[in-house]
């Protein structure tokens, strides 16, 4: 049982280029979670999807997209990176978004240089 | 929105009970409090949740207040490897429900 994975696990990309996080959980968790940790910092919402078929941004949205493909794969696009995107960015689900335990796959980290 | 207070940062001694404060005096009845923790460079693990009642289970034990502004995780024999960063958090409604972390309590536990 996976869980949560993430890929790629490391990127480095160049300022203005895009690219796709991909997630996916083998849990049957109706929600999914993008998260992004800068250094010394806690854990920062991006967008979420409380259920196939829905998104809502987050603490911190712009810059960002995504796309709940089905139920098991929630995905994170950069349009055009910019430094300020060098992170480390958490997909998690959870069974629903009230009261239930979310679990976090291992992190993607991503460089824009 | 319910906010959470930790200290940024705390030691214990292994063997010891470490006792993890956190406050969080505008909660809402309906909200639960929650506790991970993060190894360095791992994803964050959970460890235990509560809503009125003090919890326990195999890792470590939630204590709530009866007014429920405050709770303390404790883990009761502490070990090296529980050196981590510790966050409480509380369902933010304006979110979606869906979990905000702040910046935690790194705790520190040595021999």
């Known amino acids: 049982n996976a869980g949560v994975t993430q890929t790629p696990k490391f990127q480095v990309l160049k300022t203005g280029q895009s690219m796709t996080l991909q997630c996916a959980q083998d849990?049957?968790?109706?929600?999914m979670y993008w998260y992004r940790q800068d250094p010394g910092m806690g854990l920062r919402l991006i967008y979420y999807?409380?259920?196939?078929?829905?998104?809502d941004k987050g603490e911190v949205p712009n810059g960002y997209n995504v796309s709940r493909l089905n139920k098991r794969e929630f995905s994170l696009r950069l349009e055009s990176a910019a430094p300020s995107q060098t992170s480390v960015y958490f997909c998690?689900?959870?069974?629903?978004?009230?009261?239930?335990?979310?679990?976090f796959g291992e992190g993607s980290w991503l460089t824009v240089v | 929105d319910a906010k959470t207070t930790q200290p940024p940062s705390m030691d214990c001694a292994e063997g010891r009970a470490a006792n993890l404060p956190c406050n969080h005096s505008t909660i809402s009845g309906n909200e639960y409090v929650y506790w991970y923790r993060q190894i360095h460079s791992q994803g964050p693990q959970y460890i235990i949740h509560?809503?009125?009642n003090n919890e326990t289970n195999e890792m470590a034990s939630l204590i709530i207040t009866e007014d429920r502004k405050s709770s303390t995780l404790i883990l009761p024999h502490a070990t090296l490897r529980d050196t981590a960063v510790y966050y409480c958090?509380?369902?933010?409604?304006?979110?979606?429900?869906?979990?905000?972390f702040g910046k935690g309590t790194s705790l520190l536990v040595t021999p």
């Open positions: 958090i509380v369902r933010v409604r304006n979110s979606g429900y869906a979990l905000n």
């Open positions: 849990m049957n968790h109706n929600s």
């Open positions: 998690a689900s959870s069974q629903g978004v009230i009261g239930n335990t979310i679990y």
């Open positions: 509560g809503l009125k």
């Open positions: 999807s409380a259920s196939e078929g829905t998104t």
